[in-house]
Structures are given as structure tokens and as C-alpha cells.
């Protein structure tokens, strides 16, 4: 949690409402003054989300409708936890992030998923981890190459979303580009592997 930026002095009496920006000096006028005031510590507001531009992975899309939903961003070591079902933390913090006070947090995360799972269409967004499905405007083709071989259709995929990263200037900043190559890597040895015999 940050740190206060100063401790207003309030609620008292006799005295007028102050502002000082140390707690040591906050204590020390709250015991001169002996008025009935109380000590408000005072924190910056959070700073306003940076969303992803250009071509996007799930993740960034994840992590920005949770951003516009609460207000800020989470830790990425919170959503990953959460996304790998290692934690259910980050179910408690849009809890408390989220300001509608009416809304439980498992809602605000899944109206976050509605919102990574649908981006805009022809601009070659990454579809979630371990989902095939694809916002490429060859979607049918890909859905045709996936029926009769999924290994080479999730090649197929990860090979035009690292097309779409290599044109797009802004995907190296937004880490697009490293999660295309990581993607091609896994749909490729994925495809090397040996099959197993059903039994």
C-alpha cells in the first residue's frame, strides 16, 4: 500500500482543520491541540491507466478492462497468478477496487474476460492463452485448418499474429512481439511432438 502524502487534522473543537505533511508532526499538534480531533492520513490519487495500442495479447486487454473497471491497474503478479489458478487474489482486490459497492468481485473479472475475449476485428489481437479463437479476418480459414488439424491450426494462428507484430511498430513495446515468438515456439513444438495412440 502507498505511503501518505500528509495528515489532515480535523473534527476538533477549538482548533481550525490543518494539513501537515509529516505523521510525527501530525501527532504532536493532535496531543497540543486535545480538542477532539482526529488525524485523516492523505494519499495521492492513483495515476490514471495506460491502456495498449496497436495489436495486443489477452493479457494487456485483461489487465486494461481491469484498469477501466477499478480504477487502476493490478500487479501482473496478481493476474497471472489468477489466470494460471495458482491464486484467487485478485478476486479480492476488485473487491475492494471496483467502486460500485453492489458489485462482487469474481463479476468484475469475468466482465473483464468479456472484454480481452472481444476486441476489435481485422487487426490480428492475440486470442486468449490456450483458446482457439482468433479476431484475424481469416477466422473461417483458420476454423477449417482447426477441425481436421488443431496443431497446425494453432501454428497456423500463432504464425499470423507474429505477421500482424512485425507490421505493427508499436508491438515491441507493448510486448506483443515477445509473446508472438514465445506463441510460435509452443504451436511448434506442439506440432513435433509425438502423438499419443488411443487406447
Known amino acids: 500500500m502507498s505511503q501518505p502524502k500528509a495528515f489532515l487534522l480535523t473534527g476538533g473543537r477549538l482548533y481550525a482543520e490543518r494539513v501537515v505533511l509529516s505523521e510525527a508532526r501530525a501527532s504532536t ?3 497540543q491541540r486535545n480538542d477532539g480531533s482526529v488525524i ?11 491502456y495498449s495500442k496497436g495489436v495486443t495479447t489477452w493479457m494487456a486487454r485483461f489487465n486494461d ?6 480504477g487502476s491497474q493490478p500487479e501482473p503478479s496478481l493476474t497471472e497468478a489468477w489466470v494460471a489458478h495458482e491464486s484467487e487474489d485478485l478476486q479480492e482486490w476488485a473487491l475492494n477496487q471496483c467502486p460500485l459497492p453492489w458489485a462482487m468481485g469474481i463479476a468484475v473479472i469475468e466482465a473483464a474476460y468479456h472484454l480481452a475475449d472481444h476486441p476489435e476485428e481485422g487487426v490480428g489481437h492475440a486470442p486468449r492463452p490456450g483458446s482457439d479463437a482468433t479476431s484475424s479476418p481469416a477466422a473461417s480459414e483458420s476454423t477449417r485448418i482447426h477441425a481436421g488439424h488443431p496443431r497446425r491450426g494453432n501454428l ?40 499419443e495412440e488411443p487406447e
Open 65 to 70: 478492462a481491469l484498469a477501466l473497471l477499478c
Open 156 to 195: 497456423k494462428d500463432a504464425l499470423d499474429f507474429l505477421d500482424k507484430c512485425r507490421a505493427d511498430p508499436t508491438s515491441r513495446d507493448t510486448g506483443a512481439l515477445k509473446d508472438a515468438h514465445e506463441w510460435v515456439e509452443r504451436a511448434a513444438r506442439d506440432m513435433v511432438a509425438p502423438t
Open 29 to 31: 499538534d493532535y496531543a
Open 40 to 50: 485523516v492520513p492523505l494519499y495521492a490519487p492513483p495515476p490514471s491507466p495506460r
